[in-house]
């Protein structure tokens, strides 16, 4: 194994010594052979669960592009900081609290010594072992946030925890929604005051005096803060360093969209102009229930509001939940226009979940514009699964495949659903039936559309054609100079050109 000089300006190591002159043509030819025989390998291993599982676990997987930090950290973990931190469970619901604790409430420190209470909060505030009931799986998933939420205060070991597991996971970034100083966007929106008729005037209020300014520096601070103890938690100086410090690291900021009107247009201009002064800030999404009476009343609003702003921050990015509902949860005039909201009047570039596509007025031509637009879909099969007993050939996962519309498997909340992106690759090749090249082009996808910054190493969307200063350089081997221009240049082609490497291993592995 060689790192050449070209390769570790990128942090690419392949093996070089002896191999024969390439030409594009020639690596097409093998290309193809190699990705038949590795087919070959995934059909002889499909009903064999541990030869399938350690598949699935050595393939690359791009990045999981739908991921909130309080959710994606395992429940255990939630449990010991709760411990370590003294606080306190209401012996009713199991949320926790800070302490001291009051009637009606005891130390989570006691289920360390009792195994029945320890497995009955982990239960409370995850999807482990749930059954809907009087409860609903959709239920029971967002009162867990209630629950836990007072035990997610050490960001930067979560952010070590979901990069370490990432980088073991064979994903090349990781981008991870959370929410910044929210407290702070309240206190201001109240000093101004809010009147969304004018958006233009709020904007204004909320940025004079310089006081947006200093909510802006404080979540940069946050990052800061963060950023550090998670690299202290990796050892990211030391000689045994996890390899998760390799990962560049991007946040997308939270929007609660069942906040007061004025508060979520304050904390969307937050994202937008953190995403403006800070690169590890990329974008914004809407989070809370979708169906939520206050998320329904205000969907188009908030679609407003993210329109405005987006023509004054090109560099800002914005995922947006939608799709998120099935008959029951909301009124069936609710279904018939989320998704094509999002995309077309909340400039979605990828959508989070898309589930109840089916009930859009004209899906199949909603499909089509997002297919032609590039609007990638954010798949969630665990998730909706649990959450929306929307599972199997019930999800709409192939047919977004069939009209054309980019894809990526995502976990959503890996820690409360007990399940991790090698889990979701998983459950699409058993449920699905998909090929080695399906799975391959799910993982360039998902990092091609990430927000990390930087042009592709793709010629066009969805067009898995190298750039043609690339084209003459095999994927993911030694780039000659003028590919190693646009990869030193470009943080996202430089991640896609280190995944290919990661192929070229995982297909040596796997061919025949």
């Not at 990705?35 to 690359?60: K, M, Q, T």
């Not at 859009?360 to 297919?371: R, T, V, Y």
């Not at 699964?385 to 009209?403: K, N, S, T, W």
């Amino acid at each position: 194994m060689i790192l050449t000089k070209g390769l570790a300006a990128i942090g690419v190591a392949v093996a070089v010594a002896g191999a024969p002159a390439w030409t594009g043509a020639q690596a097409a030819d093998d290309g193809q052979d190699t990705i038949a025989r590795v087919e070959a390998y995934l059909d002889s291993v499909r009903h064999e669960p541990g030869r399938l599982g350690e598949f699935v676990a050595d393939l690359p997987k791009g990045t999981d592009l739908h991921t909130h930090l309080s959710g994606a950290v395992p429940t255990g973990y939630l449990l010991s900081s709760a411990m370590r931190d003294g606080l306190c469970f209401d012996t009713a619901s199991l949320a926790a609290s800070a302490p001291p604790c009051g009637d009606g409430q005891r130390p989570v420190r006691d289920a360390a010594t009792d195994p029945r209470l320890a497995d009955d909060i982990v239960r409370a505030w995850s999807m482990r072992g749930f059954t809907p009931g009087k409860e609903s799986g959709h239920d029971h998933f967002f009162s867990a946030f209630g629950r836990f939420g007072a035990a997610t205060s050490h960001k930067g070991e979560m952010l070590a925890i979901l990069a370490s597991r990432a980088a073991a996971q064979r994903e090349f970034t990781l981008e991870v929604m959370l929410s910044r100083q929210s407290g702070a966007v309240q206190e201001l929106v109240k000093k101004v005051g809010g009147d969304t008729s004018d958006l233009a005037g709020l904007r204004d209020r909320l940025l004079a005096d310089g006081a947006m300014a200093g909510i802006v520096k404080a979540a940069r601070a946050d990052a800061d803060t963060d950023i550090a103890q998670m690299r202290k938690e990796l050892r990211c100086d030391g000689e045994d360093a996890d390899p998760g410090c390799t990962l560049p690291l991007r946040f997308l900021l939270q929007v609660t969209r069942t906040a007061p009107p004025e508060v979520v247009f304050a904390q969307m201009l937050l994202g937008f102009e953190l995403a403006k002064a800070d690169e590890r800030y990329v974008g914004v999404n809407l989070v809370a229930p979708e169906d939520d009476p206050v998320a329904l009343r205000d969907y188009r609003l908030h679609m407003r509001m993210l329109d405005h702003l987006r023509g004054l921050y090109p560099e800002a990015h914005i995922s947006l939940h939608a799709g998120e509902l099935t008959p029951g949860l909301a009124p069936d005039a609710d279904l018939k226009f989320h998704v094509r909201e999002a995309v077309k009047t909340g400039h979605a570039e990828r959508v989070g979940h898309g589930a109840g596509i089916r009930g859009e007025d004209d899906p199949a031509g909603l499909m089509a514009d997002m297919a032609r637009e590039h609007v990638l879909v954010e798949i969630a099969l665990t998730s909706n699964c649990q959450i929306l007993q929307v599972c199997g050939d019930g999800h709409p996962f192939m047919e977004y495949r069939r009209a054309g519309v980019p894809v990526a498997l995502v976990t959503d909340d890996a820690g409360i659903e007990h399940t991790d992106l090698a889990g979701e690759y998983l459950r699409a090749i058993t449920q699905y039936g998909l090929r080695y090249a399906d799975l391959k082009t799910l993982a360039r996808t998902a990092l091609d559309h990430s927000f990390l910054q930087g042009g592709s190493l793709w010629r066009a969307p969805d067009d898995h054609t190298p750039v043609p200063e690339c084209a003459g350089s095999p994927l993911g081997g030694d780039p000659a100079p003028s590919c190693l221009a646009v990869l030193k240049k470009s943080p996202k082609a430089s991640a896609e050109w280190r995944q290919e490497a990661a192929f070229t291993a995982f297909e040596d592995r796997y061919d025949g």
